[in-house]
């Protein structure tokens, strides 16, 4: 049983780390002045796993749904 609890405790813990970056990117690239090697550094992240996709796919709603309720400005981003 405690094998099966560090497996967990580790799924978590990596759950976590990709919700973070996640959350950091999508700050970064509200910026509009991104350069190059950081939106390389984006897209080489994205596709690193589709796990990464749906968390940065989270991240973007989340903005939308905070930007309509007023809670943060307007978006830099383009695709918004």
């Known amino acids: 049983?405690?094998?099966?609890?560090?497996?967990?405790?580790?799924?978590?813990y990596r759950t976590v780390l990709i919700t973070q970056e996640a959350a950091e990117w999508y700050v970064r690239l509200q910026d509009g002045d991104v350069p190059l090697a950081k939106r390389v550094s984006?897209?080489?992240?994205?596709?690193?796993?589709?796990?990464?996709?749906?968390?940065?796919?989270?991240m973007r709603r989340l903005g939308s749904r905070l930007r309509r309720a007023g809670l943060i400005?307007?978006?830099n981003d383009a695709d918004e």
Request: with cysteine.
């Open 1 to 12: 049983m405690e094998g099966h609890e560090e497996f967990r405790c580790r799924d978590l």
């Open 73 to 75: 400005g307007p978006s």
């Open 42 to 58: 984006y897209i080489f992240w994205l596709k690193a796993s589709p796990v990464h996709v749906a968390e940065m796919l989270r």
